[in-house]
């Protein structure tokens, strides 16, 4: 079983907005760097946005811009704030430590499509 559970994905038309969560009961959460991977069929899991422990976000090119990852410590939570998306985006989207230490959830399917 998974260290984190993830929510918030569904059907959107492109343009539209999802806001992906991620909670974990992990005591240690506040420690880590984290990051939200996405994974399509037949291809690897990538990384796509990433926020630092001590200072900063990272973004992946195609959702710069357009994504944003916040956490909030006190609730040991992880969000992913998805703007304009595009059909490209669609996926099963995850989230982990920035160096995938943990074993990987269930995630939250995100689909964009007309």
């Known amino acids: 079983q998974g260290h984190f559970v993830e929510s918030g994905g569904g059907l959107v038309h492109p343009g539209g907005s999802l806001r992906l969560s991620c909670v974990t009961s992990?005591?240690?959460?506040?420690?880590?760097?984290m990051a939200w991977y996405r994974q399509t069929p037949g291809n690897q899991r990538e990384k796509v946005a990433a926020?630092?422990?001590?200072?900063?976000?990272k973004y992946d090119n195609s959702v710069n811009g357009r994504f944003t990852i916040s956490r909030n410590n006190s609730k040991k939570a992880l969000y992913l704030q998805m703007n304009s998306l595009k059909p490209e985006d669609t996926g099963l989207y995850y989230c982990?430590?920035?160096?995938?230490?943990?074993?990987w959830g269930q995630g939250t399917q995100v689909t964009v499509s007309s």
């Open positions: 926020i630092l422990s001590e200072t900063g976000t």
């Open positions: 992990a005591s240690t959460f506040s420690r880590y760097s």
């Open positions: 982990n430590t920035l160096s995938e230490m943990y074993e």
